[in-house]
């Protein structure tokens, strides 16, 4: 079954660390591999996706995600945390039957404390 | 966000109540989807809509009957549903190339609650 694990419920991480935010995939063929931010009451805001090609790719707001084939994973990461990157953050993977889909995974919190 | 729009941002129904959720996306896109969001869960597929075609209903129950007048605007037709409907309902748009990257961009959303 194609899927998407963020194992961590929320990250709780000092401004200015580092952070990591895991999520891996089961799926079939190559992935499509996406996140998104949630900020509270708002939809989805795209921040970044694996097509192909460099496994780091770089997205908005100092964000970026290392694709690893064989862990079958997509950490999002980001060198120096900000209190405004507070938010819940959204993995998924395209997958292509008669139509296009996204699996999301269930989200991970992620706190950034002053 | 002034992509997707979302109508209303906030809605109260009760379960007899017949009301509609209003999406539209300026990005010129070809492909839109209604999501659902409930806590702790992942966001659940309800429609898909390509070229004004509906091309995916997730076994979405009969109360939820979606809408695509043309390629800009969706609607979702609520009506007698049940508290465990209240949500975060979401609209999304892509340009709709089959097999291809494309992102989908996302509306603020409808918070809806069902009394």
């Known amino acids: 079954a194609q899927s998407v694990a963020q194992p961590e419920d929320q990250v709780n991480v000092a401004e200015g660390n580092p952070l990591t935010v895991k999520c891996t995939y089961s799926?079939?063929?190559?992935?499509?591999l996406f996140w998104y931010v949630q900020y509270p009451n708002r939809g989805l805001q795209f921040l970044l996706k694996y097509i192909t090609g460099d496994n780091l790719v770089k997205g908005s707001y100092g964000f970026e995600a290392e694709f690893n084939k064989s862990q079958t994973s997509f950490h999002l990461k980001k060198p120096s945390a900000l209190v405004s990157d507070s938010a819940l953050y959204v993995c998924?993977?395209?997958?292509?039957?008669?139509?296009?889909?996204?699996?999301f995974g269930t989200g991970t919190r992620l706190q950034v404390f002053p | 966000e002034t992509g997707v729009t979302q109508t209303p941002r906030h809605l109260v129904m009760g379960m007899t109540n017949k009301k509609s959720l209003k999406c539209e996306q300026h990005?010129?896109?070809?492909?839109m989807y209604w999501y659902k969001q409930s806590a702790k869960k992942p966001l659940e597929l309800m429609f898909v809509y390509s070229l004004e075609e509906r091309v995916e209903n997730n076994s979405v129950p009969s109360r939820f009957s979606p809408e695509c007048p043309n390629s800009s605007h969706l609607f979702l037709h609520l009506h007698t549903l049940q508290p465990e409907d209240s949500a975060l309902y979401l609209c999304?748009?892509?340009?709709?190339?089959?097999?291809?990257?494309?992102?989908?961009?996302f509306g603020p959303g409808t918070r809806l609650t069902v009394l």
């Open positions: 990005l010129g896109h070809n492909a």
């Open positions: 799926v079939s063929g190559n992935p499509y």
């Open positions: 999304a748009s892509s340009q709709g190339r089959r097999g291809g990257p494309d992102t989908q961009y």
């Open positions: 998924a993977v395209r997958v292509y039957y008669n139509t296009d889909k996204l699996i």
